[in-house]
C-alpha cells in the first residue's frame, strides 16, 4: 500500500521548548492510524501542524507525494485535508443546517449537490436530522462532536485528522461515532489519523497505533497486535 | 401634538440614517473585532467624491454610486493596507490605529478642501408633507427610509441567505474553525470591511443633505450618535443597531424639539452611559453562547 500523508522528521515547537524533536510517520491509504500517547505526547500539535495551523521548525510533510510546505490551512482543507479539532468545535452560532452547509461548501459548489451532500449527513447522524434548525450551543456534547465529524466528512476528505473525539462523552456515543468512522473509511477509502487518549475505543477501530511519547514515536504496530501485548501496552499506554 | 408628530416622524428618518451607520459599525466589528473609529472620517472621504462626482455631471444618482465605490475601495485599502498589519487579539491597537487614520484622513481634507461648509443638495424636496395641516416626512426622509431599509433587507439577505453570507458569519465566529473547512477567512475580512465602509458611506451621503454641508467633520457627529447606536443595539447585533437607530434618532429630535439642540448630544451620552451601566454589552447583544 502506498503512504498518502506523509511525516518526514518533522520539528515542532512553542518559543524555545520542543514539542517534536523528530518525528516520521507514513499513514497509507484507507487505513485508519490511532494516534496514542499521554496528554503533552505532542498528538494535538502534530495534527495542529498537518492541517497547516501551526508553522514547522523543520522536516517536510506530504500529502500524496506533493509538499504541504507554504499551503495555507483554508487550501489545505481544499486539498482534501480535514482536521475535527479536539472540543467539538462546531460554530456555536450557527445552526446544524448551517454547520454542515459550511462545510459543504468548497467541495459541493451547486446548490443542489450540497444540499444531496448534507441529507447523506443527516442519513448517517440521524439525531442531528431532528436538530438541523438548532443553534450550535445548542446541541448536546455528543450531538456537537456528531455534527463536528459530519461537517468534515460533507467535504469528501481523503485524510481525516481527529482529535480526541472520545472527550468528555460516554461510551455508548464513543462507539457509535467510531463505528461510523470505520464505515466510512471501508465504503470510501478515507484515511484517518485519530489522536486518543482512550486507547481501547481507538485500537478497536484502528488498523494500526502509533504511540508517541515526548514528540517521538515509541512503538507502531498493528493495532490488534498493540491490544494484545500486555507487555507493550504496560510500557508505553500505562495499562 | 402637531409638533410631536412632526418630531416623531422627523426622528424615524434620522434614526434611519443612524441605524445603517450603526449596521456598518456591526458589520467591521464581527468581521474583524475593530471599532473602527474612522469610519465617519472614511465616510466622509466617500461624500467628497459623491460631491465631486455630482458637481462635475450634474447627477446626483452617478455620486451616489461613486460614493458607494469610494466606500468600498477605501475599505479595501484600509484593511489591506493598514488594519491587517496592526496585531490581532486585543481589541485596542486596532482601535489606536483607527484613531490615527480619521487625524490622517480629516486633515488631509482640510488642507485640500478648507474648513467651509459647502452645501449638498437633496436629491429631492427636503420640505415636509402636510397630512391634515400637520407637517410630516419630507419627499427628501421618504427616500432616506426607502434607501435605508432597501440596503438594511438586501443586507439582512446577505447574510442570512446566501453561502458569501454563511461564510462572512462563520468567519467573524470562529475563524480557525472556517480556515479548517476551506474558507478563505481573509478574503472574508476584506469583503466585511468593503461592505462595511460603502454603507457608511452611503449613511453619511444621505445625512450631509439635512445637515449644515460637508467638510471633513461632517460625519463627526453622526459616528457619534451611531457608536451609541451600536452600543446601545450591542455591537454584535445587527437587528440591535436598527432599533437602536430608531431609538437615538427619537431621542435626538424630542430633545432637540422640546429642550433644544444644545441639549441632544447631552441626551445620547446619558443614554450610552446609561446602557454600560445598567447592560454593558447592549440591550439586543446575543446570550452567550460560545464556551470556551
Redesign the interface.
Same mark, same amino acid.
Given at each position: 500500500m502506498t503512504a498518502l500523508l506523509t511525516i518526514e522528521s518533522l520539528a515542532v515547537g512553542y518559543g524555545g521548548a520542543p514539542v517534536i524533536a523528530s518525528l516520521d510517520l507514513a499513514v497509507e491509504e484507507g487505513t485508519v492510524v490511532a494516534l496514542l500517547g499521554a496528554n503533552g505526547a505532542g498528538k494535538t500539535t502534530l495534527l495542529r501542524t498537518v492541517?497547516g495551523?501551526i508553522t514547522p521548525r523543520g522536516g517536510r510533510i506530504l500529502l500524496d507525494g506533493d509538499d504541504l510546505a507554504g499551503v495555507?490551512?483554508?487550501?489545505r &482543507?481544499?486539498c482534501g485535508l &480535514?482536521?475535527v479539532?479536539e472540543?467539538r468545535?462546531v460554530?456555536?452560532?450557527?445552526t446544524v443546517e448551517?454547520n454542515l452547509?459550511?462545510?459543504a461548501?468548497?467541495?459541493h459548489r451547486r446548490r443542489a449537490e450540497r444540499r444531496v451532500a448534507v441529507d447523506e449527513m443527516y442519513e448517517l447522524f440521524e439525531p442531528l436530522a431532528r436538530r438541523r434548525s438548532s443553534?450550535?450551543?445548542q446541541l448536546s456534547g455528543g450531538e456537537r462532536q456528531m455534527l463536528a465529524l459530519a461537517?468534515a466528512l460533507v &467535504?469528501e476528505p481523503r485524510v481525516l485528522l481527529l482529535d480526541e473525539p472520545s472527550l468528555g462523552l460516554a461510551p455508548r456515543v464513543v462507539a457509535q461515532l467510531l463505528a461510523v468512522i470505520r464505515g466510512t473509511v471501508d465504503r470510501t477509502g478515507l484515511t484517518v489519523l485519530l489522536a486518543e487518549q482512550n486507547v481501547t475505543s481507538a485500537l478497536s477501530v484502528a488498523d494500526r497505533g502509533v504511540v508517541l511519547g515526548l514528540g517521538e514515536v515509541v512503538a507502531d504496530a498493528p493495532a490488534a497486535e498493540l491490544a494484545a501485548d500486555p507487555a507493550l501496552r504496560h510500557a508505553y499506554l500505562g495499562f | 401634538m402637531d409638533r410631536l408628530v412632526f418630531l416623531l416622524a422627523t426622528g424615524v428618518a434620522r434614526g434611519a440614517v443612524f441605524a445603517l451607520f450603526a449596521l456598518s459599525l456591526v458589520i467591521v466589528w464581527r468581521a474583524a473585532r475593530v471599532v473602527n473609529f474612522a469610519q465617519g472620517a472614511m465616510a466622509v472621504v466617500a461624500v467628497f467624491v459623491a460631491f465631486g462626482v455630482t458637481a462635475a455631471t450634474g447627477s446626483y444618482w452617478l455620486g451616489l454610486g461613486s460614493a458607494l465605490l469610494t466606500g468600498a475601495v477605501l475599505g479595501v485599502v484600509v484593511e489591506r493596507g493598514v488594519m491587517n498589519h496592526v496585531p490581532a487579539g486585543n481589541p485596542l491597537p486596532g482601535m489606536i490605529v483607527a484613531i490615527g487614520l480619521v487625524m490622517v484622513l480629516q486633515s488631509g481634507l482640510g488642507m485640500l478642501f478648507g474648513p467651509q461648509h459647502r452645501p449638498m443638495a437633496a436629491p429631492f424636496d427636503e420640505r415636509p408633507f402636510q397630512v391634515g395641516g400637520v407637517p410630516v416626512l419630507s419627499p427628501y426622509d421618504v427616500f432616506v427610509l426607502v434607501v435605508a431599509v432597501v440596503v438594511m433587507g438586501v443586507l439582512a439577505l446577505l447574510f442570512t441567505r446566501t453561502s458569501l453570507g454563511l461564510q462572512l458569519r462563520a468567519s467573524a465566529f470562529a475563524p480557525e474553525v472556517s480556515r479548517l473547512l476551506g474558507v478563505r477567512v481573509p478574503r472574508m475580512l476584506t469583503i466585511g470591511w468593503v461592505l462595511s465602509s460603502a454603507v457608511a458611506a452611503l449613511a453619511a451621503l444621505l445625512l450631509v443633505p439635512t445637515e449644515l454641508g460637508l467638510n471633513a467633520h461632517s460625519a463627526d457627529m453622526l459616528f457619534v450618535h451611531a457608536f451609541t447606536v451600536a452600543v446601545v443595539g450591542g455591537l454584535d447585533s445587527p437587528v440591535g443597531a436598527l432599533l437602536g437607530g430608531l431609538v437615538v434618532g427619537v431621542l435626538m429630535t424630542l430633545v432637540t424639539g422640546y429642550l433644544g439642540a444644545t441639549v441632544a448630544p447631552v441626551a445620547v451620552l446619558v443614554l450610552l452611559a446609561t446602557v454600560l451601566l445598567v447592560r454593558p454589552a447592549g440591550i439586543f447583544a446575543a446570550i452567550e453562547a460560545r464556551q470556551a
Open positions: 492541517s495551523l495555507a490551512v483554508e487550501d &482543507a481544499r &480535514a482536521q479539532p472540543g468545535s460554530v456555536a452560532e450557527l448551517e452547509q459550511l462545510g461548501l468548497w467541495r443553534a450550535g450551543h461537517r &467535504a | -
